[in-house]
């Protein structure tokens, strides 16, 4: 690793909920360990974060941006986007900066806006869980997990590299794409996949159905039913006729289904069912 | 424990796939370990139980089930209700009986047809896993899983806390219910779950998704989509318009999200999330 890809020595990570309490906690487990910098509106998260040996916390990003080498936006989308316009003037002109959020174009759009478009990388890890707030957050949670990658072509060498570099330290796996391709797939695999569970989640809703009463099946289909609003209304924002389209698609798939068994045709079910479990697994 | 209800000494197996070769898994931890009898037509099946100390496997379940103290079958309904008509003349007079299936008043039908009704427990563990056949199961699939369990009014008291006991004794947590409330909750909590899933999977299927570009939250979503069909068309089958009625009312939810992206209207996407979290998370 040469001199100028090594660790970063100060981090400053905005937002402490379950992306970036993971984050924090997976510093303080490094062999050598970065000073880390944490900041976050919820009184609660911050409260998290103080407890994590080397982590100074603050509640106004713009108070430790200015610090560190670099900076990691892990909030919802449109704080990312409004964070930093505000914030890049004070961001060190040697300092990195990547974000965490779902989408990756709307945020190097906004990057280069803030005269960034050198020092910023995009990154998504595709990780996740049940439940928001530093307290949902584990140190593991970026182990072998793929890291999706974006920059804009003005990106110096040394930042994608650097940042690269940062994500396997942490155990991750880093992988290029270009923000285009990776925002039409996270449509597909990541916003359809939470709508669909919106969905029915409202239909055991209305049927009454005691979530308690899921099995391990049902459960795993309703778990991202729970997750932040907030979050997921910033990204769908933006991906929204894609996202319409598929779930219509989704929608057609169903009432297949549905009139298949109302027919009764068992053969035509089983048939898809085979279909599924073929691309489930791969083959 | 009474004499009565003591753990049984014979156990025989009838199925070898996930649920079955969990069942011979756990028995094998047992502080005093049952004789196990397991039969599986498949013979990977029984290469793999054979295997498990204080197992002995035959191809045959009408070889079996004569020597045991408790007969259980843990193959897809169908098989459950063809095979208990033709091995009843077979169980002991004094064997328990029981089935793993999921659905229950056809089981029990079957179990007072073949002349079983005194003697028979339907089984249904709320327990699965990714796979099938024996190598996708686990020792302690059955720890602190919700077991439900139902019996005609004609089983006798001895056989119903047997039952309950043996699953006790595995770690679960049996609970009794009336099998039409059973039927009908599964259809809610686990067919209409399967059935949305394989719709998710068909949809990106015809969408060409790589399913390894899949998040943890894409996983969970179609993890259901490599179940087994033959075990779901035959449940299906008896739950076919409470099904459809319940899928048509997902895809109507679903056309609902479609339209309130198309009109940007997040607002309403933000409150159906919001009530979604809320009910997934018992509030």
Redesign the interface.
Known sequence: MSEASAFPRTIAVVGLGLVGGSLVRSFARLPSRPRVLGSSLDARDRAGAERVPGVTVSADGMDIVGEADLVIYAVPMGAVIELLAKHAERIRPDALVTDVAGLKRPVLEAARAAGLGERFVGSHP????EGAGFDAGRADLFENA?VWLCAEKAAKAAATNRLDEFWSGLGARPEWIDPDKHDL?MV???H????????????????R?D????????R???????????M??DL??HS??D??G??????S???????S??K?D?KK??K??????E????K
């Open positions: 595709m990780a996740g869980g793929r797939l597909r695999v990541s359809l996949p939470q709508l669909v569970s919106n969905a029915l989640a409202l239909a055991l809703e209305s049927a159905v979530p308690n009463d899921l099995g391990p099946g049902g795993d289909m309703t778990r991202l039913a729970a997750s932040s609003p907030g997921w209304t769908l924002e929204t006729s996202a319409a598929l779930l219509r698609s989704v929608a798939q169903i009432d297949e289904l549905a009139k068994l109302e009764g068992m079910v089983a898809l069912m085979k279909r599924t479990r691309w489930r697994s791969g």
